[in-house]
């Protein structure tokens, strides 16, 4: 990695009365780039999702023959990032994006349990990779009913389910907008349509249930008020 521009330079060159216009544009940008394998070599055609932390938009691409990605022109800042292709399990992992530098990230991506391998409809990588994540918050939440209120305390639980609610919550806003694009392709029939707007509907509640169980967390004043609430969630019922 390298900077063109370091940080510093910028804001004494702002201090100085110089614009940053005179910049190159990407000077405020980085670049997240790697692949998405399997033990045999390059995964084609897997999805790849980036979210900005700090304004919560995603970005999706998908793996060129070679298994290879690349999201450019991203705003300097962390990252999550999650790579899912039907049959295997879904690969998360976090990363910072520096100012005008490129952050490697691959991914090596395992079979899931009982995958058939067989190919999927349209959507099923993006499927696949909310449901797979959210099992794992379901798991944390039945950990959480589990545990005392110190335990919940010492493991953090209250930010670890915060986060991977705000994470699901991104892949579901993924998983709307591709079956919304798949609705609406012309080789779409009528019986496939309707069945993509069933899914649409379904996820759609499933968001809104997210919302619901996020925004009360949030409220949470207490770890105790917080561990109640968990072991309410809409979501996981």
Known sequence: MHCKWPIAFLLLAAAAGVPLSLYPQ?????????????????IPGATVIVRNLGTNKTQTVKTNRFGIYAFHNLMIGTYDVMAAKQGFETG???TEVYLDST????????????SSGLPGQACK???GMV???????????ETVKKES???????????NVMTKITLL?????????????SASGPANQKEGADATKGKIQTYNKLKDQIKQDGDALKAARTGKEAKALIEKFAFTG
């Open 125 to 127: 990588d993006e499927e």
């Open 149 to 159: 209120l110190p335990d919940f305390d010492r493991a953090f639980h209250q930010k």
């Open 26 to 42: 990407g000077a405020s940008t980085g670049v997240i780039e790697g692949s998405v394998r399997d033990s045999r070599g390059a």
């Open 131 to 141: 449901a797979d994540y959210e099992k794992s918050l379901k798991d944390l939440v």
């Open 169 to 181: 919550d991104s892949m579901v806003d993924g998983m709307i907008s591709c079956l919304q694009k």
């Open 92 to 94: 998360v992992a976090r």
């Open 103 to 114: 952050s490697g990230l691959d991914f090596t991506l395992v079979l899931s349990s009982g």
